[in-house]
C-alpha cells in the first residue's frame, strides 16, 4: 500500500518536510527492528515530537507493514516448491522413522532391561564408595580428636595423682595445639570451657597443700631450731675443744680443780668425743624434717598461671603473722630454762625455713623481706628477754640463759643473719646475772656469819693447819713457830669467805666464756663483779652482822680481826683473776679491788660499835647504881655496881689484846669518858634534889676506884696519866666540896694556873645547891649553933658568888 495513495498533490515545501519524516520514522522503524535497542527511546521519541505525531505514526507504520508482507509473499512464492519438494520427502521417510523408532524403542527396552541390575549394583558401588569416604573421614577427623582426648585423659590422671603442675602444662598444650585443630566439635567446646575451672580448682588445691604445709612448719619449727641449735653447738665445741689442743701443745698442761689433767683425743675429751661421733652419723637439716615441695609446687603453679605475685604476697603476709605468734612467749617462760629454749627454737627454726625459701626459690622471698622480720623479730626477741630475764633470780637459770642466747646467735650468724645486738643484749643480762649472783652470795655470807663462832681457829695438829692455809693465804711466822695445839687469830667464817669470793669469780667468769670478747674485756669484767661483791654485797652483810643486837663486844673484836686478815688477803684475790685472764695488773685500763676500802669501813663500824655497845653496857651498870644520897656517912668501900663494872672493863681490855693498839686504847679512852660523863650526870641529874656529903664521901670513894682502874694501864700504850685525864672534871668538883676549898676557887676563878680550872660554875651551883637544901633539912633543930649557922652563911654566899659567875658567862657569851 502506497503511503502517497489518497493524499493531494503537495508543494514543494511540504514535500521537504514529508522527506524529513520520512526520514525520521526510518530511522525510528530501523530502531524498532533492530534487537538490541530498547523500544521505550524510540517510541518516546515518537510521542514527543510532535502534535499528531501519533496518527502520523500509524499510518507510516502501517505502511511499513504492508512493504514487508509483500516483501514475504515474494520470498515464498519463491520457495514454494522447495517446501513443497521437501514435504514430499518428509512424507516418505516418517514411514521408515516409524519403524526406525519401534526398533529404538525395542533396543531402548532391552538396554533398559540389561542396565537394571547393572544400576543396581552400581548404585550399591555408589553407597559402598560413600561410606568408605564416610569412614576414611572419620577415622581422619578420629586421628584429629584421638590425641586431644588421650591428653585430657593425661590431664585427669595427673590431677588424681597430685600432679598440678604438669597437669597445668598439659592444659596449655591442650588449648594452644590439640583443640584448635578440632575446635568445631561440641565435645572439644565443653572441653575448653572446663579448663578454666580446672586451673582453679588446681589453685584452690595448691593453696590448700601451702596452707597446710605453714601449719606443719609452724609445728616442726620447734625441732627444726632444735636441730640447728644443737649442730651450731656442736661446731661451736669442737671449735673450742681444737683451740684447746692448740693451747696445750703450746703451753704447759692445764690441771683442773682436782689436780687431775683431763685426756684429751683429737682436741676432743672422751665425752665430746663420744658424742661427736655420734652426732656425726646423722647431721640433719630443715629439707631432711619438713617437705617444701608443696612451696615449690605451689610457687610453679601460680607462676604457670601468672599469678606468682599473688602468691608471693600471700605467703610473706602469712609468714609475718606467723613470725609473730612464734616471738610472742609464754607468760612463764622465766621460770624454766627449758621455756627459754623452746622459745630459742621455734625462733631459730622459722628463720631456718625463711633461709632456706630464700636459697631454694627465685624470688618467693627476698633478702630485703627476711631482712625486715629479722630486725622486728631481733626487737621484739631484745623486748622479751629484758622484761623476762629481770623476774630471773637463780644465777644458774641466767647462766644458762645466757649460752642459749649465745647459741641463738652463733647459729643465726651461721646463716648469715645480723646478731651484735643480741651480743650487746648479753652485756645488760650479765648486769642481771651479776646481781643474782650477788643476792646468792649474800645469802651464803649471811648464812657463814650465822654459823661462825667468833673464836680463834684451833689447829691440833699439821694436817689441819694446812688444810687451813690451804683456803686461806696465812703465813705468821710467829705462829708457825708455836707447838701444837694451837690458835690462828681468824675465825672460821675468813677461809670460808675467801673461798666463796674466789667461787663468785669463777662464776662470774663462767658468764663471759663464749662472748668472743678480749681477755682484757673478760678481766675487767670480773674484777668490776667482784669489786660489787665486796663493796656492795659483802659490806652490807658486815654493816647488817655488826648492826646486829646480838653480836657482843667479843665477837666484834673478832670481826675486827677478820676483816683484818680479809683485806691482807686482797692482793693474793688479785693475783687469782690474773691467773685466770693472763692480764698482768700493770695494764693501764686494768681495774683494782676495792676491798680494802670495804674491810677498812667494815672494821671502822666495828669499831664505832664497840665503842657504842662497851658504853651500852657500861650504862647497865650505872643503872644498877643505889646510892643513898640523904646518907650522914660513907661505908668506906666502893660501891658494888662500880666493882663489877671495873671488873667487867678490865677482862673486855684484856680481849682486845687481839686488836690494834689505837683501837684499844680508843675504847678504853671512850669508856672512861663514858662512864666520868654517866657518874657527873648521875651527880647532877635534875630529879636528885638533895645530896649529903656522906654521899659526897662514898662517890668520892667510886671515883677513886675508877682513877686506880685508868692508871693500872687496862690497855698499853697510853703516855703518863692520859687515862686518868678523862675522870679530872669529878676530881676536880669532888675535891672542891670535900675540902670545901671556896675561897680559893672563888679567888683563883678564870686562872689558868687554877686549882679547879676544870670545875665549871654552873656545875658546882648546881651540887652546891643540892648540898644546901640537904642542910637545912638535916639541921633544923640545931639552927642556933654557931657553926651550923657560919656554914650556912658560907653556902649562901657561895651560891650567890657562883650565880654572880654564872650570870657573869651568860651575858659575857
Not at 632444735?226 to 703450746?250: D, G, I, P, W, Y
Not at 623479730?377 to 642459749?404: F, M, Q
Not at 662517890?699 to 678523862?726: H, K, M, R, W, Y
Amino acid at each position: 500500500m502506497s503511503l502517497y495513495s489518497g493524499s493531494t498533490l503537495r508543494t514543494p515545501k511540504f514535500q521537504d518536510e514529508d522527506n524529513r519524516e520520512d526520514k525520521v520514522y526510518g530511522n525510528v522503524f530501523a530502531e524498532l527492528e533492530s534487537v538490541d535497542l530498547p523500544l521505550e527511546t524510540s517510541l518516546r521519541s515518537v510521542y514527543d515530537d510532535q502534535p499528531n505525531a501519533h496518527r502520523r505514526f500509524m499510518e507510516k507504520l502501517d505502511a511499513r507493514i504492508r512493504n514487508h508482507d509483500r516483501e514475504i509473499e515474494k520470498m515464498c512464492n519463491f520457495h514454494h516448491q522447495g517446501f513443497v519438494d521437501a514435504i514430499t520427502e518428509l512424507l516418505k521417510v516418517r514411514a521408515d522413522a516409524k519403524k526406525l523408532m519401534g526398533q529404538v524403542s525395542d533396543t531402548n527396552r532391552r538396554l533398559q532391561d540389561a542396565g537394571r541390575e547393572v544400576t543396581a549394583q552400581t548404585e550399591e558401588v555408589i553407597r559402598c564408595r560413600v561410606q568408605q569416604r564416610n569412614m576414611a573421614t572419620t577415622v581422619e577427623k578420629l586421628q584429629l580428636c584421638i590425641p586431644v582426648l588421650e591428653m585430657y585423659s593425661k590431664l585427669k590422671e595427673q590431677l588424681e595423682s597430685k600432679r598440678y603442675y604438669s597437669a597445668l602444662k598439659t592444659m596449655e598444650q591442650l588449648e594452644n595445639i590439640y583443640i584448635p585443630r578440632v575446635s568445631q566439635y561440641r565435645f572439644c567446646q565443653i572441653m575448653a570451657e572446663t579448663l578454666p575451672k580446672l586451673r582453679e580448682e588446681i589453685k584452690e588445691i595448691s593453696m590448700s597443700d601451702l596452707k597446710d604445709f605453714l601449719e606443719s612448719i609452724r609445728k616442726h619449727s620447734d625441732k627444726i631450731g632444735e636441730t640447728a641449735m644443737r649442730q651450731a653447738q656442736l661446731h661451736r665445741t669442737f671449735n673450742s675443744a681444737v683451740q684447746k689442743q692448740v693451747t696445750l701443745t703450746c703451753a704447759k698442761p692445764l690441771h683442773g680443780l682436782n689436780g687431775r689433767t683431763p685426756l684429751h683425743h683429737n682436741g676432743l675429751n672422751t665425752e665430746e668425743a663420744a658424742d661427736e661421733d655420734d652426732t656425726d652419723d646423722e647431721v640433719l637439716t630443715a629439707h631432711d624434717l619438713v617437705d617444701f615441695s608443696p612451696v615449690y609446687r605451689c610457687l610453679h603453679i601460680y607462676t604457670v598461671l601468672g599469678d606468682r605475685e599473688t602468691f608471693e604476697n600471700y605467703y610473706r603476709k602469712q609468714r609475718k603473722k606467723q613470725a609473730r605468734l612464734v616471738l610472742q612467749p609464754q607468760a612463764n617462760m622465766h621460770e624454766t630454762v627449758e621455756g627459754y629454749r623452746k622459745y630459742f627454737n621455734q625462733i631459730v627454726g622459722f628463720f631456718v625455713v625463711e633461709d632456706h625459701i630464700l636459697h631454694a626459690t627465685q624470688g618467693l622471698v627476698t633478702r630485703a623481706f627476711t631482712d625486715e622480720l629479722w630486725n622486728m623479730a631481733l626487737s621484739k626477741i631484745i623486748a622479751v628477754l629484758r622484761t623476762h630475764s629481770s623476774y630471773c633470780n637463780d644465777p644458774d637459770l641466767v647462766l644458762e640463759l645466757k649460752n642459749l642466747i649465745v647459741i641463738l646467735a652463733d647459729t643465726l650468724q651461721g646463716y648469715g643473719f645480723p646478731v651484735n645486738r643480741l651480743f650487746d643484749l648479753l652485756f645488760e643480762v650479765r648486769d642481771q646475772y651479776n646481781e643474782t649472783l650477788l643476792k646468792k652470795w649474800a645469802l651464803v655470807f649471811r648464812e657463814i656469819f650465822e654459823q661462825d663462832n667468833y673464836s680463834p681457829i684451833p689447829v691440833e695438829n699439821e694436817e689441819e693447819y694446812k688444810a687451813v692455809i690451804s683456803r686461806f693465804p696465812f703465813h705468821d711466822a710467829e705462829i708457825e713457830k708455836q707447838q701444837f695445839p694451837k690458835k690462828l687469830p681468824m675465825s672460821q667464817s675468813v677461809p670460808q669467805i675467801y673461798a666463796q669470793v674466789k667461787e663468785f669469780i669463777y662464776a662470774s667468769l663462767k658468764f663471759s666464756e663464749s662472748l668472743h670478747r678480749s681477755s682484757t674485756e673478760v678481766d675487767d669484767m670480773l674484777r668490776k663483779s667482784t669489786n660489787l661483791l665486796l663493796t656492795r654485797t659483802l659490806s652490807s652483810c658486815l654493816q647488817n652482822l655488826i648492826k646486829k643486837p646480838h653480836i657482843g663486844l667479843t665477837e666484834l673484836v673478832q670481826i675486827i680481826i677478820n676483816t683484818t686478815h680479809l683485806e691482807q688477803a686482797c692482793k693474793y684475790l688479785e693475783d687469782f683473776i690474773t691467773n685466770i685472764t693472763n692480764v698482768s695488773p700493770e695494764t693501764v685500763h686494768t681495774t683494782r679491788l676495792y676491798g680494802l676500802s670495804t674491810f677498812k669501813d667494815a672494821r671502822h663500824a666495828a669499831e664505832g660499835e664497840i665503842y657504842t655497845k662497851l658504853n651500852q653496857k657500861i650504862d647497865e651498870f650505872i643503872q644498877l647504881a643505889d646510892y643513898e644520897w640523904c646518907m650522914s656517912e660513907s661505908d668506906g668501900r666502893a660501891s658494888g655496881y662500880l666493882m663489877d663494872l671495873i671488873n667487867f672493863l678490865r677482862s673486855t681490855f684484856q680481849v682486845f689484846t687481839h686488836l690494834p693498839g689505837k683501837v684499844a686504847q680508843t675504847a678504853c679512852m671512850s669508856a672512861c669518858k663514858h662512864l666520868a660523863t654517866s657518874l657527873m650526870q648521875m651527880l647532877l641529874d635534875s630529879e636528885l634534889k638533895q645530896v649529903s656529903m656522906g654521899a659526897i664521901q662514898q662517890f668520892n670513894l667510886d671515883v677513886i676506884q675508877c682513877e686506880l682502874f685508868a692508871s693500872s694501864e687496862p690497855v698499853p700504850g697510853f703516855q703518863g696519866d692520859t687515862l686518868q685525864l678523862a675522870f679530872i672534871d669529878l676530881r676536880q668538883l669532888l675535891d672542891l666540896f670535900m675540902v670545901w676549898d671556896w675561897s680559893t676557887y672563888l679567888a683563883d676563878y678564870g686562872q689558868p694556873t687554877s686549882k679547879y680550872l676544870r670545875v665549871n660554875p654552873s656545875t658546882a651551883l648546881a651540887l652546891l645547891e643540892k648540898i644546901k637544901d640537904t642542910s637545912k633539912k638535916n639541921n633544923i633543930f640545931s639552927q642556933f649553933r654557931k657553926n651550923d649557922r657560919d656554914r650556912q652563911k658560907l653556902i649562901e654566899t657561895v651560891v650567890k658568888q657562883l650565880r654572880s659567875l654564872v650570870n657573869g658567862m651568860s651575858q659575857h657569851s
